[in-house]
């Protein structure tokens, strides 16, 4: 997707989860020169310690301002993430997980185009990647280029030809470039949180689709993960 950097103060607005997806996104963008406004949507998800974990990023990178925008998807629930579904922890499978809320990553881009429009940015940071992923399909290169265009249709900055450009730098990468990128960057992974399901003693399950991900992406790496597991898969 495209730039506006050319000023190197401009203004982005980064879609701030507190996964290290997310955070290693928004390096890249701080790195590109942007002024950061982080945007954090609290939707009632059961991994609520992503919620701190955005703000403690949101602090690490300078961010110039950090929104955590209360959302209750609960109220419609569908997802292990959202409702009393239990997290599967069997491993990845071929099929979209029941961890997949719905429509969340249109619901939450619509929110960042609008912080975005408002703030005059003209950059989206957003940290999905469609190669070591949990099947979302909202996470695919052709759902960012869709939501770009309707982004230029649909908003007054697009339409007075100020498009607001959706940038997906992890797009292709794989989990094991993200954690490489994360060490070139010099980030403290261990501010960063992925599970679906901590356990009792407030550490990552280790066995949830996202912490397998996550696990496997540093090992391949060559890499030391900056968080503990309450266990490691089989």
């Not at 991994?47 to 925008?69: K, S």
């Not at 997802?79 to 809320?101: F, K, M, Q, R, W």
């Not at 989206?124 to 949990?134: K, R, T, W």
Request: net charge negative; hydrophobic share 40%.
């Amino acid at each position: 997707m495209g730039s506006n950097a050319d000023n190197r103060r401009d203004a982005a607005v980064v879609l701030l989860s507190g996964g290290l997806d997310s955070m290693v996104s928004a390096a890249l963008a701080r790195e590109r020169g942007f002024a950061l406004h982080a945007l954090t949507i609290d939707y009632g998800q059961r991994h609520r310690v992503e919620i701190e974990a955005a703000r403690n990023i949101a602090a690490m990178l300078g961010c110039t301002r950090h929104i955590v925008l209360p959302l209750d998807l609960t109220v419609f629930g569908g997802s292990a993430l959202t409702d009393d579904i239990e997290v599967p922890t069997g491993g990845v499978g071929e099929e979209i997980p029941v961890t997949y809320v719905p429509a969340r990553n249109i619901v939450f881009l619509s929110l960042t185009l609008a912080c975005a429009e408002a703030v005059g940015a003209r950059d989206i940071f957003i940290g999905v990647n469609a190669l070591d992923y949990s099947g979302y399909p909202d996470c695919r290169p052709e759902f960012i280029a869709a939501f770009e265009e309707m982004a230029r249709l649909g908003t007054k900055a697009g339409v007075e030809g100020r498009a607001i450009a959706i940038n997906a730098p992890l797009q292709h990468m794989s989990k094991a470039e993200i954690a490489a990128e994360a060490h070139r960057l010099g980030l403290d992974t261990g501010l960063s949180w992925s599970c679906y399901a901590p356990g009792p003693t407030g550490r990552a399950c280790g066995v949830c689709d996202s912490c397998r991900l996550r696990q496997k992406g540093f090992a391949e790496a060559g890499l030391e993960d900056g968080i503990t597991y309450e266990r490691h898969p089989d």
